[in-house]
T-cell receptor, first 113, second 115 residues
Framework: TQLLEQSPQFLSIQEGENLTVYCNSS?????LQWYRQEPGEGPVLLVT?????EVKKLKRLTFQFGDARKDSSLHITAAQTGDTGLYLC?????????????FGTGTRLKVLA | DSGVTQTPKHLITATGQRVTLRCSPR?????VYWYQQSLDQGLQFLIQ???????AKGNILERFSAQQFPDLHSELNLSSLELGDSALYFC??????????????FGEGSWLTVV
């Protein structure tokens, strides 16, 4: 059974602080996606990382894919209240000509003013 | 806007009833995935279709079924509904054969409440 462990599960921080969310697995992924989800809405894609060691930046968000493509991190600099939400990582695994996606359990972030 | 369209957005129905949720994937995407998300829970994979054929099954109950039509839209049928079926149901689509991105894009979900 492929698992994607995400940590921490919950995070409550003050506006302006930095934070890092981690996704770890024993599986090697073809790619890994990060999503942000607000209550009652669908997950919105933030980034896809494909190459081992890849680093992508999206304004104050920095995403890193591990060298072995088994893990990833999301770092937020100077968090804002608008960053509040559920962050999900998902790894894509080849499966008989298609892909299956393994989702992490999510990190629920609350940024306080 | 992800390009994945789901209808209805909200649905309230009684126990024992049957409902159909509809999904239109992004233009050009051949693969459709269905997920269930209960309150404060993670995404549970239900089923995947590719170009009209079932490709993978997850934790989908026997009371639930899905299909993908020639125009690539998909429907998720939920029957003999129980209170515990109340959840957000998401459809996602992807260009399955992409060698570079393998990304799935989610619709906004259908919120089902069983009373």
């Amino acid at each position: 059974t492929q698992l994607l462990e995400q940590s921490p599960q919950f995070l409550s921080i003050q506006e302006g602080e930095n934070l890092t969310v981690y996704c770890n697995s024993s599986s090697v992924f073809s790619s890994l996606q990060w999503y942000r989800q607000e209550p009652g809405e669908g997950p919105v894609l933030l980034v896809t990382v494909v190459t081992g060691g890849e680093v992508k930046k999206l304004k104050r968000l920095t995403f890193q894919f591990g060298d072995a493509r088994k893990d990833s991190s999301l770092h937020i600099t100077a968090a804002q209240t608008g960053d509040t939400g559920l962050y999900l990582c998902a790894g894509a695994l080849p499966d008989s000509g298609t892909y299956k996606y393994i989702f992490g359990t999510g990190t629920r972030l609350k940024v306080l003013a | 806007d992800s390009g994945v369209t789901q209808t209805p957005k909200h649905l309230i129905t009684a126990t024992g009833q049957r409902v159909t949720l509809r999904c239109s994937p992004r233009s050009g995407d051949l693969s459709v995935y269905w997920y269930q998300q209960s309150l404060d829970q993670g995404l549970q994979f239900l089923i995947q279709y590719y170009n009209g054929e079932e490709r993978a099954k997850g934790n989908i109950l026997e009371r639930f079924s899905a299909q993908q039509f020639p125009d690539l839209h998909s429907e998720l049928n939920l029957s003999s509904l129980e209170l515990g079926d109340s959840a957000l149901y998401f459809c996602a689509s992807s260009v399955m054969d992409s060698k570079t991105r393998n990304t799935i894009y989610f619709g906004e979900g259908s919120w089902l409440t069983v009373v």
